[in-house]
């Protein structure tokens, strides 16, 4: 069966998608009963994109890879490979175990670990068995890992060493298989409450999400290098592993000795062959600090991927000079809307046209609203709350009914999400603009830590800048900005500080000026490979 699937499945998907859309566009510039429009693409839009076998089911394509190209490698993990063959048997022998051990019970299975081998093994042998993985990171503290297998209820805690054990057994059995609309990932991300909250991620959020990042990014089939920097339990991961695997490509690990040793990554790129890199933005920063960091190190690069923070307008320029075949993209979108709902490429005419890069325009069959406090929409230009609703966002969050029913509903049919995001429409597409929960009070005034952030970063000599507020007895006294210069020369911090700080006076009102100005050669990083606010604080 396996090798019927076509090999082409990339252009398929990519000629599918648009035909589904001009389909969609004729229909609706006809239509008889004068229903919604966006009611109209949806229904037909879900209708021809299932129907014609569009959407991709990754456990059936790697299992696709495994049959034709089973010693492919499908992952590199310092000086453990996995491949194609390897990865298919094993995680049947997995969800063997699985479902002989826990029968029908569906509950969740925790997987701790790194980024080994052995954790792509646990999550396809989990899906396998037709039950939800949970990544844990092995850096979180046990009382944090405690709590996430708690609230998600996980049958049991798989580390690596398991995983290798359990899945060379003998197959006695047989595998099941994961309905569409069951949860595929939980991922636990931080709630302002200190507790974690569980994002279910469905199987068919995840097809509407690979299917369009094959049909829009046009991957080589069995040619590609994925980089994977985000850990596991990151959900910019999800997109360089399934991408990776539904495309028979070989995904490349950066594990944490590499990025603690600047010259090991360094050598390690240079031998990786990538051809996909997909990262934070502050991770490309940090490597941008290196003056080898080119083309010359990365020949076979062609697109870059960022998503999860805000791309700075000369982060980008930057990279399309030092990688001038290479293409580079701003994505958007928060777990639960699995990984990213938009997307643009950025070329030189978007870097001259706007000082503040764009965020794109949303995948097909998804929408996005910016709303006022009472969730009407709001017109271009306009700042307001991004509202995400389409086949790509999450159920909800596992055991928090009260949660799930804050942040999501029902849209015309639709599964709806209020992100806590901010941004507006400008020329048709979308500008993230900070969060809602990033507002600080100041002297009586309300001020978004993001929009100093954007000004900082239009003044000619800044590459990336974090505005922090001072905290002293609960109460914000001041804003501190943490900066990263272009070049430095041999004026003083003092000098600097009070040049930034009489240019961003044209910009913002007094209110809203740090009053003090820290230069860092590059951010300190989560291991998520964020911007570590925290730490930056801490240092103040």
């Known amino acids: 069966m396996s090798s019927q699937i076509s090999s082409s499945a990339c252009e398929l998907a ?15 510039s006809r239509d008889p009963y004068g229903l919604d429009r966006d009611v109209w693409t949806r229904r037909f839009l879900d209708a021809t994109l299932c129907l014609s076998g569009l959407l991709v089911n990754v456990i059936e394509r790697i299992d696709h890879w495994a049959a034709v190209a089973p010693e492919t490698i499908a992952h590199i993990s310092g000086d453990q490979t996995l491949t194609y063959g390897e990865l298919s048997k094993r995680s049947d022998a997995l969800a063997v175990y699985l479902t002989e051990r826990f029968g029908d019970d569906r509950s969740p299975i925790g997987v701790l ?13 989990t899906a396998k068995s037709g039950r939800p993985y949970v990544p844990i990171d092995t850096l979180l503290p046990r009382p944090r890992v405690e709590k996430i297998l708690a609230i998600s209820r996980a049958a049991m805690l798989l580390s690596a060493e398991e995983v290798a054990q359990l899945s060379r057994r003998k197959i006695r059995g047989r595998r099941k298989f994961l309905e569409r609309n069951a949860p595929f990932y939980i991922l636990f991300t931080s709630g302002s409450t200190g507790e974690p909250k569980g994002v279910i991620i469905t199987l068919a959020c995840l097809e509407h999400f690979i299917s369009w990042m094959l049909a829009e990014q046009q991957f080589a089939e069995r040619a590609e290098v994925f980089l994977n920097q985000a850990p596991f339990s990151f959900d910019l991961s ?20 590499l990025i603690e040793n600047p010259k090991q990554l360094y050598r390690a790129l240079a031998n990786s062959g990538v051809t996909t890199w997909i990262s934070t933005p502050s991770f ?20 870059f991927l960022f998503c999860g923070e805000t791309l700075a307008p000369q982060t980008a320029a930057e990279l399309l000079g030092r990688f001038p075949r290479a293409q580079v993209w701003n994505m958007y979108g928060p777990t639960e809307a699995t990984v990213a709902t938009t997307s643009i490429r950025i070329d030189d005419s978007i870097l001259q046209k706007y000082s503040a890069l764009p965020v794109g325009r949303a995948m097909p069959g998804t929408q996005i609203l910016v709303v006022d406090q009472n969730c009407h929409e709001l017109p271009a230009n306009e700042r307001g709350g991004i509202i995400i609703a389409g086949p790509n966002v999450s159920p909800g969050y596992i055991g928090r009914p009260d949660l799930t029913a804050r942040a999501f509903f029902e849209r015309r049919g639709q599964r709806a999400y209020k992100t806590g995001d901010l941004g507006r429409f400008r020329d048709g597409l979308l500008f993230f603009e900070g969060r809602v929960d990033e ?3 100041l ?22 800048a974090v505005v922090i507020p001072v905290i002293k007895n609960d109460t914000a006294q001041s804003l501190a900005a943490c900066v990263l210069l272009d070049a430095r020369n041999e004026t003083s911090d003092f000098e600097l500080a009070h040049s930034l700080r009489t240019q961003l006076s044209d910009r913002l009102p007094t209110y809203m000026l740090p009053r003090k100005f820290v230069f860092l050669d590059m951010f300190p990083m989560t291991a998520n490979g964020k911007v570590d606010r925290t730490a930056l604080a801490r240092s103040l």
């Open 238 to 257: 999800v997109m360089d592993l399934y991408c990776s695997l539904a495309t028979g490509g070989t995904l490349f690990s950066v594990n944490r000795d």
């Open 284 to 303: 490309a920063r940090m490597c941008l600090v290196e003056q080898k960091f080119t083309e010359a190190m990365l020949p076979r690069a062609r697109r």
């Open 443 to 464: 002297s009586g005034y309300r001020i978004e830590l993001g929009d100093v952030e954007a000004n900082l970063r239009m003044l000619p000599a800044v590459r990336d």
């Open 439 to 441: 507002q600080i009070k």
């Open 14 to 28: 990519r000629a599918r998608f648009h035909a589904a859309s001009c389909a969609a566009d004729s229909l609706l």
């Open 113 to 125: 670990g790194h980024r080994e081998p052995e954790m792509l093994i646990a999550f396809l042998g």
